[in-house]
């Protein structure tokens, strides 16, 4: 079973983004094999992964029915499209990638979708008022599917990069649904105090992607390829961790990182080595 007797009454579950071990190249079956003998409740898989899937012949049903007998949640799927740009053109176009996005999560039995500001972060000058009317009607397409889409906000981006940007556009849609996926690298790259997060609720946070980022290089120049393993880094993911308790936060936390290092390094190694980072963190945090 994926979900061992040490997590038994944690608040959290532990989730693998494919990201992390993406240099590997591995297939998607191999990933799930390896995310659950790893020990993860989840996996957060590319929608280009199960693009490649499908195209080889593989069923989207029968590989949600392998990862559920696996044993693993396929809690969120990350793909790409430009929900939120002001195009009208460009925006319909978007629309329909995430009708086919979230039919493809539907298919896998995926719960959500995740909505970046994909095609608006050079827009300096979005108005956070239309994009809560673009989210709220992305998150009307999401009913019709069974998927709900996760609003998530980009560090690296000029509109749409910090958390309280992301709470506006949440809580100004109008939408119960509404929700955000949370980055501790992106908080950091966009300079989102982590103290924001004493103001979500149980239910504003749907996921939070979880890494760790060195004091060097700064801010202003830090990439996504600079993020490590939970714990290794200066990021303060104790105070994050219990103010996401203190919330009702019981969601998964997804360990994302793009850390070339650990692409050349044997997938199962690194998968095992960001659980028990996280684990440990976590540990450190809720003194369990």
């Known amino acids: ?19 992390t071990i993406g240099g590997q190249k ?14 993860y409740n989840g996996i957060e898989p590319w929608v280009r992964e199960l693009d490649a899937y499908a195209d080889g012949g593989g069923s989207l049903e029968d590989l949600g029915k392998r990862a559920a ?24 176009k978007a629309l329909d990638e995430a009708r086919r996005n979230m039919d493809i999560a539907r298919r896998v039995g ?13 827009a300096a000058d979005l108005d956070l008022n239309a994009a809560a009317e673009r989210y709220r009607a992305l998150l009307e397409i999401g009913e019709e599917y069974g998927v709900t ?9 000029k ?12 809580a100004q849609c109008g939408r ?30 749907a996921l939070l992607h979880v890494n760790d980022f060195p004091r060097r290089p700064p801010r202003a120049e830090i990439t996504d390829a600079a993020r490590v393993y939970p714990g290794d880094g200066v990021a303060p993911l104790h105070v994050i961790l219990r103010d996401l308790q203190r919330a009702g936060f019981h969601g998964p936390l997804s360990l994302e990182l793009f850390n070339e290092t650990y692409w050349k390094q044997d997938a199962r190694v690194v998968a095992e080595t960001g659980l ?7 540990e450190h945090a809720l003194g369990e």
């Open 1 to 19: 079973m994926a979900t061992s007797a040490s997590d038994a009454g944690r608040p959290f579950t532990y989730c693998l983004n494919t990201s």
């Open 26 to 39: 591995l297939s998607l079956i191999d990933e799930l094999k390896l995310t659950a003998a790893a020990g």
């Open 69 to 92: 007998d696996l044993g693993l949640a396929i809690e969120n799927l990350i793909g790409f499209f430009e929900w939120v740009v002001d195009d009208e053109a460009r925006r319909a």
């Open 110 to 122: 995926c719960p959500r979708l995740a909505a970046p500001p994909m095609g608006a972060t050079d």
């Open 149 to 157: 889409p996760v609003l998530e906000f980009w560090g690296h981006s």
């Open 159 to 170: 509109s749409l990069c910090r958390l309280g940007e992301a709470l506006f556009v949440a």
């Open 176 to 205: 119960r649904d509404a929700c955000i996926l949370a980055d501790v690298f992106h908080m950091y790259k966009g300079g989102s105090p982590y103290e924001g997060l004493r103001l979500v609720g149980a239910d504003t946070i």
């Open 276 to 282: 028990r980072k996280m684990r440990e963190v976590v």
